[in-house]
Nanobody, 121 residues
Framework: QVQLVESGGGLVQAGGSLRLSCAAS????????MGWYRQAPGKQRELVALITRGGSTKYADSVKGRFTISRDNSKNTVYLQMNSLKPEDTAVYYC???????????????WGQGTQVTVSS
């Protein structure tokens, strides 16, 4: 059974940084594309960043140049380094460890409990 544990969220002032972690178990970690999503109150969950099994990355326009996704297959963990945070980055952040591409990237894996990121102005 797949288990995901997201951590690293918190309250930070605008311009600050946070590093999110997603530890996975119960899967063959290295074979899938993985990603970070976020969901703000009243909004749909959106893909923020993804990393393929080959290490290629893709970002939402709103976070390009500020966020960096990475993975450590030896630790079954995917990270999201978030710099220059803005109030509009406030959301619950979730990781998904099985993204597949079919005209667009879609999540097929399990979801964790998420981690709250709050950016104050």
């Amino acid at each position: 059974q797949v288990q995901l544990v997201e951590s690293g969220g918190g309250l930070v002032q605008a311009g600050g940084s946070l590093r999110l972690s997603c530890a996975a178990s119960g899967i063959i970690f290295s074979i899938n594309a993985m990603g970070w999503y976020r969901q703000a109150p009243g909004k749909q969950r959106e893909l923020v960043a993804l990393i393929t099994r080959g290490g290629s990355t893709k970002y939402a326009d709103s976070v390009k140049g500020r966020f960096t996704i990475s993975r450590d297959n030896s630790k079954n963990t995917v990270y999201l380094q978030m710099n220059s945070l803005k109030p509009e980055d406030t959301a619950v952040y979730y990781c998904n460890t099985d993204l597949r591409y079919s005209s667009s990237w879609r999540p097929f894996g399990s979801w964790g409990q998420g981690t709250q990121v709050t950016v104050s102005s």
